[in-house]
């Protein structure tokens, strides 16, 4: 199993740029979720899904966005790249409190 | 404050030696997680607790409910071990999302 799959790795934006992150389970978990690792804090909760269809905002929400068409995919969108968002982003999943698993991260930089 | 706080959060050893990372935490919660970052790296999942004690080779990690605390163990450390150590826990919150809120990490680093 390849487990969360994120991509990409690393990426460098412009201010005002948009993209998308990249977030693929393959262990048909129910619960995904999108975290940022900024230096020196604990990871913060952007947005999560409980399903199909469903998400919902986490701790730091502003300028992302999230769908969940599939049960494997879970994009994070960020539509105007801003230099406050320069972080390391993590996709995780769970099916239950026993198997949280994360991907390897996108290292971003906005300039 | 922060609702999870480790200690110390820099440690440096000597190979060989007991390592112990320290994680409180100031709300109810269901389960606490061990996390493991290396450098540049992923973060891996090393422990998942509700109560008591677990062991896995030469790492243990130990729960005290009531007095919301837990402490992670390394025996004869090694330098692979240097690496980012977090605690997360999911608050009691009554929902089933299983959120986690995390520790700011405790930096090991081992050396030869």
């Known amino acids: 199993n390849a487990g969360v799959t994120q991509t990409p790795k690393f990426r460098i934006l412009k201010i005002g740029q948009s993209m998308t992150l990249q977030c693929t389970q393959d262990m048909n978990h129910n619960y995904m979720y999108w975290y940022r690792q900024d230096p020196g804090m604990g990871l913060k909760l952007i947005y999560y899904?409980?399903?199909?269809?469903?998400?919902d905002k986490g701790e730091v929400p502003n300028g992302y966005n999230v769908s969940r068409s599939t049960t494997e995919d879970f994009p994070l969108r960020l539509e105007l790249a801003a230099p406050s968002q320069t972080s390391v982003y993590f996709c995780?999943?769970?099916?239950?409190?026993?198997?949280?698993?994360f991907g390897s991260g996108t290292r971003l930089t906005v300039v | 404050k922060n609702e999870v706080e480790q200690s110390p959060q820099n440690l440096t050893a000597q190979e060989g030696e007991f390592i112990t990372i320290n994680c409180s935490y100031s709300?109810?919660?269901?389960?606490l997680h061990w996390l493991q970052q290396h450098p540049g790296g992923g973060i891996v999942s090393l422990f998942m607790?509700?109560?008591g004690k677990k062991k896995h080779g030469r790492l243990i990690a130990t729960i005290n409910i009531q007095e919301k605390h837990s402490s992670l163990h390394i025996t004869a450390s090694h330098p692979r071990d240097s690496a980012v150590y977090i605690c997360?826990?999911?608050?009691?919150?009554?929902?089933?999302?299983?959120?986690?809120?995390f520790g700011k990490g405790t930096l090991l680093t081992v050396n030869p």
């Open positions: 709300v109810g919660i269901s389960a």
């Open positions: 607790l509700s109560s």
């Open positions: 995780a999943s769970s099916q239950n409190p026993n198997g949280y698993t």
């Open positions: 997360a826990v999911k608050v009691n919150s009554g929902g089933s999302n299983y959120k986690l809120t």
């Open positions: 899904s409980v399903g199909a269809g469903i998400t």
